[in-house]
């Protein structure tokens, strides 16, 4: 059984990379919805409609652990992928998002102030807010929409992305710890780094992921025996042009990307 890691889009590549490097032996497939990106502007049914849809291609590809990447897809569709789809549809399968792992490290130290900046769909269902609350409900959680940032980082336009994360940042007063919760948003760190105090502490999901699902699978002895290590990585998309070809021959030199539109 290999690793399915799914995306709306290219973002997840960036958190791919980041299992891959923790965990280079196991066989990954990575599949893209660039088609119908982005997610985070889509009704919540279609949210849940085309995650199904994903996450059934994944399946038969074998893969027998899937990591949702997509934070948006991860609030909206997890819950019901993991209480109703799964338990019928292929039973022996896992799968995880992104959120819980990420409030895990957000809420490690000393903090009482978390902005959150996501997608419109993530921050409507305020998936963040409440997780964060569950562990200390005297956080003060202060969430922000970005709809600008992902079409940008899309179409390879990062003078347009770091004007827009001005803007955004302009939303938090006094925190002291952002959450980019959106795995397009790793490619925007440094600039979100540059633009907050140094004392806010910036938490990109890249740089957590890979010690999460390590520290998952060294807990789950029965999921990882069931793993293959060949060391493999197979990226498909379901829109392909040459720009996407570009970003994941940036993070990973000389692979390949297919196009498979569901």
């Known amino acids: 059984m290999k690793i399915g890691v799914f995306d709306s889009g290219l973002g997840g590549l960036v958190v791919t990379k980041a ?6 032996e196991y066989d ?12 985070g502007e889509k009704t919540s049914g279609q949210i849940l409609s085309y995650t199904i849809e994903a996450i059934k291609y994944l399946i038969e590809q074998n893969c027998g652990l899937i990591i949702i990447a997509c934070n948006t897809a991860t609030s909206i569709a997890l819950r019901y992928l993991q209480q109703r789809f799964i338990p019928s549809f292929a039973p022996d399968t896992k799968v995880l998002g992104v959120v819980i792992p990420t409030v895990e490290e957000a809420v490690s130290g000393n903090v009482s102030r978390i902005g959150v900046l996501a997608t419109n769909a993530t921050v409507r269902s305020h998936i963040y807010q409440t997780e964060l609350q569950k562990i200390n409900s005297k956080l003060e959680v202060f969430e922000v929409a970005a709809p600008e940032l992902v079409p940008a980082i899309e179409r390879d336009d990062f003078a347009a992305a770091e004007a827009a994360a001005a803007e955004y940042i302009r939303a938090f007063d ?10 397009h948003y790793p490619l925007l760190k440094g600039v979100f780094r540059h633009l907050l105090p140094e ?13 999460k699902l390590r520290d ?20 498909l998309v379901s829109r392909l042009n040459n720009h996407y070809r570009r970003v994941a021959d940036r993070l990973f030199s000389g692979i390949g990307i297919e196009e498979k539109a569901l």
């Open 28 to 39: 990954y497939v990575y599949y893209g919805d660039t088609a119908r990106l982005p997610y």
């Open 199 to 211: 004392n806010v502490r910036v938490v990109s999901q890249d740089e957590l992921m890979g010690a």
């Open 19 to 24: 299992f891959k490097q923790a965990l280079p």
């Open 216 to 235: 998952y699978l060294r807990r789950h002895v029965e999921i990882d025996i069931s793993l293959s290590r060949g060391g493999s990585l197979r990226v």
């Open 174 to 183: 006094n925190i002291d710890s952002l959450i980019l919760g959106c795995t």
